[in-house]
């Protein structure tokens, strides 16, 4: 089956190989003001890098696709679903506040739609992964038990897999409530070994069968496991 795709002024393909089997990936990534300086700095060059080592691997490239939606006092789609070799080139910055619940259930809508998608196109998904990173915790008006339950409910389904990364100052409870177990902590501002093993679970996905259960990579570095968990 040909590629379907896309026409836009890059002439971006809306997915590369259709036959075969796909992964969606969203990135939901705090860029409130708390999150100046290094923290974005080093977040921005993180993506990029993940980018560029991602593609070198043929097998992982040609099933992924990657969403980048950005929040703080609102939220902005900043990428929809493309092959992970035509995501721009990210230069993220800082504002406002941290208005967690409309972003994630943006991020929700997404990948289920984006599972249609790829049935409609004769291509068996994966299960999608939504990767939260966050400093901070919600606004106090953003109340997230109702996404949160949400989130519960489509990963029970075995519609999602939603994970987080706490970066330093982040609310471990607001992250166990919307992630469970699956919550990870950066020590310090380097992401590099997160953005590592995350390159290392898509090539371990793109090595399964869809249902089948991947291999899980260990972390490693400065990124652990949150065990601040009731």
Excluded at 68 to 81: C, L, P
Excluded at 134 to 152: C, K, L
Excluded at 191 to 206: A, G, L, Q
Excluded at 215 to 228: F, I, P, Q, S, Y
Aim: proline share 4%; hydrophobic share 35%; glycine share 6%.
């Amino acid at each position: 089956m040909e590629s379907l795709e896309q026409k836009s002024f890059t002439e971006v393909p809306a997915i590369i190989n259709a036959s075969e089997s796909h992964m969606a990936l969203v990135f939901l990534l705090d860029t409130s003001g708390s999150m100046t300086g290094e923290p974005i700095r080093s977040l921005n060059e993180g993506l990029n890098r993940f980018k560029a080592e991602v593609c070198e691997n043929k097998q992982t490239r040609d099933i992924l696709d990657v969403a980048i939606i950005e929040f703080n006092s609102n939220y902005s789609v900043v990428q929809e679903f493309v092959p992970v070799e035509y995501m721009d080139e990210l230069n993220l910055e800082t504002t406002g506040t941290t208005m967690m619940s409309p972003a994630i259930n943006r991020a929700l809508d997404m990948v289920d739609e984006r599972s249609r998608f790829y049935r409609r196109s004769g291509s068996e998904p994966y299960k999608p992964w939504v990767i939260m990173i966050t400093d901070g915790e919600p606004d106090s008006d953003d109340d997230i038990s109702d996404v949160a339950q949400r989130i519960r409910t489509m990963e029970d389904e075995g519609k999602l897999s939603f994970r987080s990364l706490g970066v330093e100052g982040y609310n471990s409870k607001i992250l166990h409530e919307l992630s469970g177990e699956k919550v990870i902590k950066l020590i310090g501002l380097d992401f590099t070994s997160f953005f590592d093993w995350v390159n290392k679970s898509m090539r371990s996905v793109s090595q399964s069968s869809p249902g089948e259960k991947p291999k899980a990579e260990k972390l490693a570095g400065n990124v652990v496991v949150d065990t601040d968990w009731d």
